[in-house]
């Protein structure tokens, strides 16, 4: 269970995406990573490890070996930091009758009716006046308490609630947050108590990125804790297992790297997500800084291997329709490996026989995995990457129920089957 409380240590800090970058960042540093500036000249040593903060939401962390060879070889693992939920607008304050409303908008795909009545909370990140116009400075705020919540309309008032009534992410998702007693503040009574959470003054306040995120703790469920449920799984599950296998796994001849990409929930076209060319630049800076050509990275980039991370669609025992009719995995069959002929997950089968050997070398628990044919499943960031950095991919994940509901389902033990798969391939 040792696993299970590290993941949920995780999940209950990664309450943004620059929240979860920064429990990352600490976790690397404590094991002896050194911080590297993005944009600064780098004096690398073999035998060392390091980590770069992307533009706050995303991270690179690499482990260069000790004896490195002429043309060293490049394994990467990667997840993403970001998962589906409400953000909140700019000058969100809205008033009805004496209730203090937030206007906010959806970030990627949620399951909308699972974010009502429940304890919510919000964090992101305050942009104010710094030192200088081109540098603001950035303070990073957590409300880190039950602050909002979207109440729901009663059956009274809506008979149809049981039957799919659609619900208006405008109308119907916005979170009360306050009674109006002051009117006074009916302009500005959020943007008060952002300035009051960030320490500084409204009127320094530049901007800000602030998520709405569930305060609720993860929990064992079934007659023999064999499930685990918790907000966010999707995908600190596996930023979990890539920071585990970059500290854990002994790196010799090459360079191995984990990427946590921010925006995959809402399709990585930024320049902290994965369908930017900044892995790439910060894996040749990573080359050259050591004395290699160009055509060496190239060469080490070629010939590398990207295990994408991201969860899986487990059989859902109310709606096995739902679900292929024979590449199927239950929660507690461990690691899922996703195949799919559109290539919306990057994986083949030479790359597919490398995963599968490490899974069968080391015992580690795994099922292959495709949608209907005649549904299109989720995508993630591997066609992405390795398309952009021309690797050998394969995409992998736990299986998991709820998938992008406020709170998700999956199988206790595969947590450790998927750190032990991501540990094993930097072994290997």
């Not at 906010?104 to 009502?116: A, D």
Request: glycine share 6%; hydrophobic share 40%.
């Amino acid at each position: 269970m040792n696993t299970i409380k590290e993941l949920e240590a995780l999940i209950a800090a990664s309450v943004s995406p620059y929240h979860c970058i920064m429990a990352s960042s600490k976790q690397l540093k404590d094991a002896g990573f050194k911080e590297l500036p993005l944009s600064a000249s780098w004096k690398l040593k073999k035998g060392e490890s390091y980590y770069i903060n992307v533009f706050d939401s995303s991270l690179i962390a690499f482990t260069v070996g000790e004896n490195l060879t002429d043309t060293p070889s490049l394994r990467l693992a990667a997840a993403h930091t970001d998962w589906p939920c409400l953000k909140v607008k700019p000058s969100p304050e809205l008033t009805s009758l004496d209730y203090g409303k937030l206007n906010v908008e959806v970030y990627g795909g949620p399951l909308l009716n699972t974010w009502f009545d429940r304890p919510l909370s919000m964090a992101g990140k305050v942009s104010v006046m710094g030192k200088s116009v081109m540098e603001p400075k950035t303070i990073f705020v957590d409300f880190a308490r039950p602050i909002i919540t979207v109440p729901s309309l009663a059956i009274h008032m809506n008979k149809g609630a049981n039957e799919g009534v659609p619900i208006n992410a405008q109308v119907d998702m916005l979170p009360i947050i306050t009674l109006i007693k002051d009117k006074l503040n009916q302009k500005d009574f959020f943007l008060h108590a952002l300035a009051k959470e960030a320490g500084v003054s409204k009127e320094d306040i530049l901007d800000y990125e602030i998520y709405v995120y569930s305060r609720e703790a993860g929990d064992l469920l079934g007659l023999h804790d064999e499930f685990f449920s918790a907000p966010r799984l999707d995908n600190i599950t596996s930023v979990h297992a890539c920071l585990n296998a970059i500290i854990e796994a002994p790196c010799k001849e090459g360079i191995h790297a984990i990427a946590l990409y921010d925006n995959e929930e809402i399709g990585s076209s930024t320049k902290q997500g994965a369908a930017s060319a900044m892995t790439e630049h910060v894996l040749e800076k990573i080359y050259l800084s050591l004395g290699y050509t160009r055509e060496t990275f190239l060469n080490g980039l070629l010939s590398g291997f990207l295990l994408s991370m991201d969860v899986a669609h487990a059989f859902h025992p109310n709606h096995g329709e739902k679900c292929d009719i024979k590449n199927q995995i239950v929660m507690g069959d461990g690691v899922a490996i996703k195949l799919a002929a559109s290539q919306s997950y990057a994986t083949d089968a030479s790359s597919t026989g490398v995963i599968e050997g490490i899974c069968r070398a080391n015992d580690i628990p795994y099922k292959k995995f495709s949608n209907r044919s005649d549904m299109r499943g989720g995508s993630t960031l591997g066609s992405i990457s390795s398309a952009l950095l021309t690797m050998r991919t394969v995409d992998v994940g736990v299986p998991m129920l709820a998938m992008h509901s406020a709170r998700e389902l999956m199988g206790t033990h595969d947590q450790a089957a998927l750190v032990k798969l991501a540990t094993e391939f930097f072994k290997a």
